[in-house]
């Protein structure tokens, strides 16, 4: 739950603050500038709230969150830029290929901690939701405590409230595997955010000044 709070947002915070009618050009701010201080923010934060209970690898996270993020996006960013026709050819089979990727890692994480996630079922699925909730009902609380305007409370809300899940279960399968159920917590809150983004876009967009 701690590499899950402690990583980046995801992009789908951006979809969801587009379909709250919330400000999506603060919304992709956040997750940008959150996406690139996370080689730093995400090992540190980590290492301060979890190195008494487990040995926490500062160095080794921090490279593997360049490899998972930063790499891809700047070799994505210079296809695009130098190679035009080339990127255009993908782009419609790409998230295709990416969602395939999470549900593919997905599965097999859950897979092997069949048994495991089985007797834990509540316990982790009751945190998920809880941490989730909780984000955004505190992003959204700042927003109005600073009296940001609703379109910006929004996206504000939902960007504490969704993370980059994908990289938490990564970060856990390849810096924790010697804890079986490290990267469940990811798994279940990849699912489960959005399904409850959906829910609150819902709610939100209905939410007018």
């Keep these: 739950m701690i590499l899950v ?12 603050t587009y379909l709250s009618r919330g ?10 500038c959150t996406t690139l201080l996370a080689p730093i923010m995400t090992p540190l934060l980590t290492y301060l709230l979890a190195n008494q209970s487990i040995e926490v690898n500062v160095w080794n996270m921090f490279f593997s969150i360049i490899e998972v993020i930063l790499i891809p996006i700047i070799l994505g960013v210079s296809v695009h830029k130098f ?15 990416s969602t395939i990727g999470i549900v593919a890692i997905i599965a097999s994480i859950v897979s092997a901690n069949a048994q495991r996630i089985l007797s834990s079922a509540f316990v982790i699925l009751f945190v998920v939701i809880l941490h989730n909730l909780l984000g955004y009902l505190f992003g959204f609380l700042i927003g109005r405590v600073f009296k940001f305007s609703l379109s910006k409370t929004k996206a504000l809300s939902i960007e504490v409230g969704m993370q980059n899940s994908g990289l938490a279960a990564s970060l856990a399968v390849t ?3 010697m804890y079986p159920l490290a990267a469940v917590p990811a798994v279940i809150f990849s699912v489960w955010h959005n399904v409850s983004g ?3 876009a819902s709610v939100y967009s209905k939410i007018k000044d």
Excluded: M
């Design 83 to 97: 190679f035009p026709k080339f990127s255009k050819r993908f782009e419609e089979i790409l998230p295709l290929i």
């Design 23 to 32: 400000d999506v050009a603060l919304s992709v701010a956040i997750t940008s």
């Design 175 to 177: 810096h924790f595997a």
């Design 5 to 16: 709070g402690t990583s980046p947002g995801g992009t789908a915070s951006n979809v969801i």
């Design 198 to 200: 959906g829910i609150l």
